[in-house]
Structures are given as structure tokens and as C-alpha cells.
């Protein structure tokens, strides 16, 4: 995905004030056979004030030759779109309006590729719709794009390297899955070209992570056992790992980053139930620190001393990096998440795992669950010998989502998971 430009005016979105500036509202394109949700969207939206422009066509040409007339902020698609579908149209509008954010409308269940379409679209819309839901979608992907534009604005003020490509292998394993005929071997075969990946995988699968019964062998093994979107998740952890692994860093151990990474995603794994959204926030809690690896990876000397600022002052590192830096390592990864084209849940995770309680209309989804499982691991010691004090959990957005009675049984669920992660025998292999 490419960021359009940093405007000046765009500031740290608060809570209660996501929307943009007047004089530049968001054009929303809404794509189905009935207007009726672009309307109900309209007038909810309209309500915040003049930020918003909705309109609604009837098909996907409609849609594209809108989109050359005037480009849109967001296009919202239904996935059955009569002559081109939505996944279709969310392809062409990639490629043509790559700013453009992108959402589909899907029916879960009865998708007819719900792999392509959670490549191609931003954020996947469960149908029949509920309006309110969609307000508070294209709302928080509007501000996580203008959080994504700072962190672009901010790389641009520094004498940087170059952000790591797009990870290659998984890349090309969403090629091989737009395929609708796609079979685990193609998956198996992709991993296998790169001989460092395979080993990576493979520890990974086996490792306490997953819980598996039996030994994994082989990547196709790998596949069977534990899905295409695991094993996606595991091909990105370890080529991003790869790209960014820092050496010699006084105050930082890759082994204890990548241990950390794995509690964490863990402790989300047990808090959300099973199916899309717990395994987009599985890989987002895998890679919720990225931006630590970014920022160490440019400039060892000036982590070095942010961490030290952080020790003495005794408080965690975010809050010295947004002091000092305007930005955070939160963002920073979620920025680069989204350059390489994740799903804007999975950046949303990242970029809020420090700062859950600002996202707007927040349930138990995937940011709430990477932050407190990212708490409870740091209750449990700091990732390795790091000193500097951790972020601790958000009471306050515990209480407001009526989670206060679950927090010791996560904690409790963290424990024996650290135990398992140490003892890998605990779990039978």
C-alpha cells in the first residue's frame, strides 16, 4: 500500500476528535446493488459534522469510473457484486487508487474467496450490515492512516536506511492463494525455496506456540497441522525477523525480543476465540514490537540512548520516544506493516498496544487483546535483561469492557504458558 503525503495539520488523533480537518473531508464510495447502508452511513456519519462525503454506486464499472473521475478516501465493497464481484473490484482499485482504503462487505461463512479478499481489502465487513459497526471501521481506519502518514512524515525528517522491502516469501504466498484451485503443496513448495525460511517455520510450529501434539517434519506437515494464515503469520515473523535482527546492540538480545513476541502471542491466542480475528492478532502480536527492530536497525546509538533516557527517568520507552521523537516504535512497525500491505487489523494492533483505550469503539477484539496480553507478559519479567520499566495494563478500558473478572484467568493462562515456553516438554513435544 502507498501512503499518500503528510499533511501539516494532521495531529495524533484523540478519542473523541478522529475526525479530519473541515476543509478536508473524507470521500467515502459505497459499491452494492441497494443504497440503503450508504445512506444509514451517511446520515450516521453526518452527525460528527461536515468531514464526510458519502456516495453510493450500483456496480463495480460504476465504482471504477467514479474513482477516475474523483478519487475516495475509502471504497466500501459487497463481495457479491453482480458482473464483477468485490474481491475483483478491490483488485483493480489496488491497482489503480493504491491510497485508497479498502473494505468488504462478506457473508463470513459463504465467502466465495475469503483468502483474496483478506489480501485485497483493509478490513473485512461481516454482512447482513450493521451500520454502526461500518461508521466505527472507516472511522478507525481513517485515523490509522493519518497515524501511518506522521510516521511516513517523520522517517522523512531522518538520515534513515531504507525500510526493509516487502517480505518475499509472503508475498508470494498471497499469489498463490488468489488462486481459487490453490493446494497445500504450492503453500509447502513457496517456503521451500528458501532453505533459512523452512528451518524458521518448522521451529516455529514446533514450538510451545501452537500447543501441537506430534512433531512437525516437513512444511506441507506444517500446513495441515496449523492452516495457510499460521503459516503465513510464521513466513512473515521470520523473514521480518531476518531483515531487522540487530547485532551488538548494547541493552537488546534478539532471542529475548523473539521470546517475548512469542508469549505475547500466545496469551492473545487464549483470550480471543478461534477464527480470523484471533489470527490476525496472533501475527499482530508476533510483530507487535517490529518497530523496535526498525528503529534499532537504523540507528543502534540512538535506541541505545533512548532506552538509557527511559531507564533513568522510570518510565517506559514509548513515552521517551513520543517526548522526543514525535513518534513511537508503535507506529513506526504499524507504519511499516501497512507499506507492506497487511490488513489494517492487524496494523491497528500494533500501533495501539501501548494506547488501546484511545481506539474508538473498542470491543474485545484484536488491539484489546494484544494489549493486555502484552501487560501480562511484562508482569510476568521484562524480555530478557531489558531494565527500562514496562507498559502496564489499562485498567481503566478493562473496566469499560466489563473484562475486570477475566484478568486473573489470563494472568493465570499467562503463567503456564511462560512455564510451557520455558519447558516445551510440558506440552509433549
Not at 443504497?35 to 444509514?40: E, K, L, S, T, V
Not at 522510570?314 to 514525535?326: A, D, K, S
Not at 489494517?344 to 477484539?365: K, P, Q, R
Request: hydrophobic fraction near 45%.
Amino acid at each position: 500500500m502507498s501512503l499518500a503525503t503528510a499533511r501539516d495539520e494532521d495531529a495524533r488523533p484523540a478519542p473523541d476528535s478522529i475526525a479530519p480537518p473541515a476543509q478536508m473531508p473524507r470521500r467515502i464510495l459505497f459499491v452494492e446493488r441497494q443504497p440503503r447502508n450508504a445512506q444509514a452511513l451517511s446520515e450516521a456519519l453526518a452527525q460528527s459534522g461536515p468531514h464526510w462525503s458519502v456516495e453510493a454506486v450500483g456496480s463495480g464499472e460504476q465504482a471504477l469510473a467514479a474513482l477516475g473521475a474523483e478519487p475516495a478516501d475509502v471504497v466500501i465493497a459487497d463481495e457479491r457484486l453482480e458482473e464483477m464481484d468485490g474481491v475483483t473490484l478491490l483488485t483493480r482499485v489496488r491497482e489503480k487508487h493504491p491510497t485508497a482504503i479498502r473494505m468488504i462487505l462478506s457473508e463470513g461463512a459463504t465467502s466465495q474467496r475469503p483468502s483474496v479478499a483478506a489480501i485485497v481489502a483493509h478490513r473485512m465487513l461481516a454482512k447482513p450490515c450493521n451500520v454502526a459497526e461500518v461508521e466505527v471501521a472507516v472511522r478507525r481506519s481513517c485515523a490509522l492512516h493519518q497515524l501511518n502518514d506522521q510516521a511516513e512524515a517523520h522517517r522523512k525528517t531522518m538520515k534513515a536506511a531504507a525500510l526493509p522491502s516487502r517480505p518475499g516469501v509472503y508475498m508470494e504466498l498471497n499469489r498463490v492463494l488468489t488462486d481459487p484451485g490453490w493446494q497445500p503443496n504450492q503453500i509447502a513448495a513457496v517456503v521451500e525455496r528458501d532453505v533459512a525460511m523452512t528451518a524458521k517455520v518448522l521451529q516455529l510450529a514446533n514450538s510451545a506456540l501452537f500447543g501441537l501434539t506430534q512433531t512437525v517434519t516437513s512444511v506441507q506437515g506444517a500446513v495441515m497441522f496449523l492452516g495457510v494464515d499460521t503459516i503465513k503469520s510464521l513466513a512473515l515473523t521470520a523473514e521480518a525477523f531476518g531483515k531487522l535482527a540487530p547485532r551488538n546492540v548494547d541493552g537488546f538480545s534478539i532471542e529475548a525480543f523473539q521470546a517475548h513476541a512469542m508469549l505475547v502471542a500466545r496469551i492473545t491466542a487464549a483470550i480471543l476465540p478461534a477464527g480470523r480475528a484471533q489470527q490476525e492478532a496472533v501475527t499482530a502480536a508476533l510483530l507487535h514490537d517490529i518497530g523496535k527492530l526498525v528503529l534499532i536497525s537504523d540507528s543502534g546509538q540512538r535506541w541505545t540512548q533512548l532506552h538509557r533516557m527511559a531507564i533513568e527517568r522510570e518510565v517506559p520507552l514509548h513515552t521517551v520516544e513520543l517526548e522526543i521523537e514525535g513518534v513511537t516504535h508503535a507506529d513506526i512497525g504499524s507504519y511499516l506493516l501497512s507499506l507492506w500491505g497487511l490488513p489494517d487489523g492487524i496494523a491497528e494492533a500494533v500501533a495501539h498496544h501501548h494506547t488501546a483505550g484511545s481506539v474508538e469503539g473498542l470491543a474485545l477484539d484484536g488491539v484489546a487483546a494484544v494489549h493486555i496480553a502484552d501487560a501480562l507478559a511484562h508482569e510476568l519479567g521484562p524480555a530478557g535483561d531489558d531494565p527500562t520499566p514496562p507498559a502496564i495494563l489499562d485498567e481503566i478500558l478493562v473496566e469499560r469492557l466489563g473484562l475486570a473478572s477475566r484478568i486473573e484467568e489470563w494472568r493465570a493462562t499467562a503463567r503456564r504458558l511462560e512455564d510451557v515456553a520455558t519447558d516445551p516438554d510440558a506440552e509433549g513435544h
